[in-house]
């Protein structure tokens, strides 16, 4: 009966395993079956070096592939460090009632829908960056980094806290019995233990932050330009598909963004490998 | 922020507070004992006077719900013709090629006018079509050269679907170019509220969404105002359409008639279009 049990829940298991890598592997299909085409024979070059001129019949993404870098990589460079910094003080007051009480508020932060953060960001930020640098109009690579940043440090914060947490604790405390301090045991030993976590926190993000589409859409301005300062006006490839999503069904532009979804996502995946390649290299503890 | 907006609540506070219907009774009757659902979507410029009349016709009768959307014209005529809603409406008319694909019925009910806004702090009131289209080229990038604060020019437009921009490009810019650096918003409220929060930017919305909160620029010296798109003085100008899949029946025939009702021409010209009739 119990064996019985046991192999039905493992089939279950892999049966959720199974359609959830085929549902990945059959978005990459779908995305290659469309997208290829315009890839191909010279057609990518087009793409990558042409402007964006439906009515010229150009319909190059790069500037929105350098909008989505620009963005995601402001956005993860800011939300590191301070998630980082957010995760220590919590572990460092451990149980204490100010860490108890920041886990809570960034769990709460973590609901809140990226409609909101968007909203406050056209509403609160935008003015301010706009006043601050009188440059533009304010809606800019800066104003969406920052409230994108805002957006996936708490997802970073709960991974790291979890990561710290999972430390034995007797290694703290051979720390300390050597006479270490807490932060250096915070450095020396937590840190380089919880890498693991550390990682894929910071890999979740950054797949967040590359495929958030509605801050974007509303506070980065939507400028068909490759953006040269951090207060240009720029497009992500996700705001991108949503704008021209709503073109004609039979045009090129509508096609063309099935190359912005392949880019996408073989973006997202070099990433990912990239992150993950360069922390396998880290000696890990 | 294709937002879908629910105005069950509204129309359900609105019924606490008015148990009679009295001078929409008329126009109402035709729900009168309907019941159903009418799914509408597209132009945004609409939006306002479908919401109104959403809210009269489920207040009278709260067996029909109403669900309205915006998306922009683009969107509108798409999702209608693959029976994705009931009603598409489009601030430009359908193509003749979207007409025979999908086998639309247009009903105009409203003429709208295309007005260019900048922020109430900006004394510039009136531009040439040669000093607009220079503006939106991105040849003319600062105030100064239009008389105005020593400040780069924040240029906005609207997205691909937007009728909205497909007349002010037509018409206003005779198809020419807008300029890359143009920031893009999604709907004629975003565009408002983008240009009342901006003193240096410059855009352009449905005659109906100005308010108080931006100030309309005369073009060529005729300024975008209800008795000058009447009278077809000022020459941006569309018509407002609402687009079903074949003729329409039942609920949906019964709110394309209403908009056409001394009371729905009314409520047209009560939200800032020319009524048809």
């Known amino acids: ?285 | 922020m294709r937002t879908t907006i629910a105005i069950l609540l509204a129309a359900a506070l609105s019924l606490a507070f008015t148990p009679a219907m009295d001078a929409h009774a008329d126009a109402l009757a035709a729900f009168a004992g309907q019941k159903g659902e009418i799914r509408i979507a597209g132009g945004t410029a609409h939006i306002p006077v479908m919401m109104e009349a959403a809210k009269r016709i489920m207040t009278a009768n709260p067996d029909i719900h109403i669900t309205v959307a915006g998306g922009g014209s683009g969107v509108g005529i798409k999702q209608v013709g693959q029976g994705l809603v009931d009603i598409g409406n489009s601030g430009r008319k359908p193509k003749d090629e979207e007409v025979s694909r999908y086998g639309l019925k247009m009903f105009q009910w409203a003429v709208d006018g295309v007005g260019i806004i900048v922020h109430p702090s900006n004394h510039l009131r009136d531009l040439t079509q040669e000093q607009v289209q220079k503006i939106f080229a991105g040849t003319t990038t600062n105030w100064r050269e239009l008389g105005g604060p020593d400040h780069t020019i924040d240029l906005y437009t609207r997205d691909a679907s937007s009728g909205t921009r497909e007349v002010f490009w037509k018409k206003a810019l005779a198809k020419g170019e807008i300029a890359g650096s143009a920031n893009f918003v999604v709907s004629n409220g975003a565009m408002k509220a983008a240009i009342s929060q901006d003193p240096y930017g410059i855009g352009y919305v449905s005659v109906g969404h100005i308010d108080g909160s931006v100030a309309p620029v005369a073009f060529n010296g005729v300024e975008p105002s209800l008795a000058n798109v009447k009278n077809g003085k000022y020459p941006i100008a569309r018509g407002l359409y609402s687009n079903t899949k074949g003729e329409p029946t039942g609920l949906v025939k019964a709110f394309i008639d209403y908009l056409f009702t001394p009371d729905g021409q009314q409520l047209a010209a009560d939200k800032g279009f020319i009524p048809v009739q």
């Open chain 1, 1 to 285: 009966m119990n064996g019985w049990r046991e192999r039905a829940a493992q089939g279950i298991f892999a049966l959720a395993a199974l359609v959830s890598a085929l549902l990945t592997g059959s978005i990459f299909g779908f995305l290659l079956f469309f997208g290829l085409p315009l890839l191909t024979g010279g057609r990518l070059t087009a793409i990558l070096t042409q402007p964006w001129a439906p009515y010229q019949g150009a319909y190059g993404i790069a500037p929105m592939l350098a909008g989505t870098m620009a963005i995601s990589l402001l956005a993860m460079s800011i939300a590191l460090p301070l998630a980082m910094g957010c995760a220590m003080l919590i572990s460092l007051s451990g149980p204490g009632p100010t860490g108890r009480l920041l886990r809570k508020a960034v769990a709460m932060m973590t609901a809140v829908p990226t409609v909101v953060y968007g909203f406050v960001g056209i509403f609160l930020l935008v003015p301010v960056v706009r006043q601050l640098f009188d440059h533009g109009s304010g809606m800019c690579v800066l104003a969406a980094g920052l409230m994108l940043a805002l957006m996936v440090a708490p997802t970073m914060i709960l991974f790291f806290c979890d990561a710290f947490a999972r430390v034995p604790r007797d290694y703290g405390l051979a720390v300390l019995a050597l006479g270490g301090t807490e932060t250096e045991k915070l450095l020396y030993v937590t840190l380089p233990c919880a890498w693991r976590g550390v990682l894929t926190g910071t890999i979740l993000a950054l797949g967040r932050a590359i495929g958030d589409t509605l801050i974007a859409l509303m506070i980065a301005g939507n400028a068909v330009r490759t953006p040269t300062s951090l207060l240009d006006s720029a497009r992500t490839l996700t705001a991108h598909i949503a704008l021209v999503f709503a073109a004609d069904t039979e045009s090129l532009e509508f096609k063309s963004i099935f190359a912005c979804g392949l880019l996408l996502y073989l973006f997202t995946a070099v990433m990912v490998v990239g992150i993950r390649a360069a922390g396998r290299r880290r000696p890990g503890r």
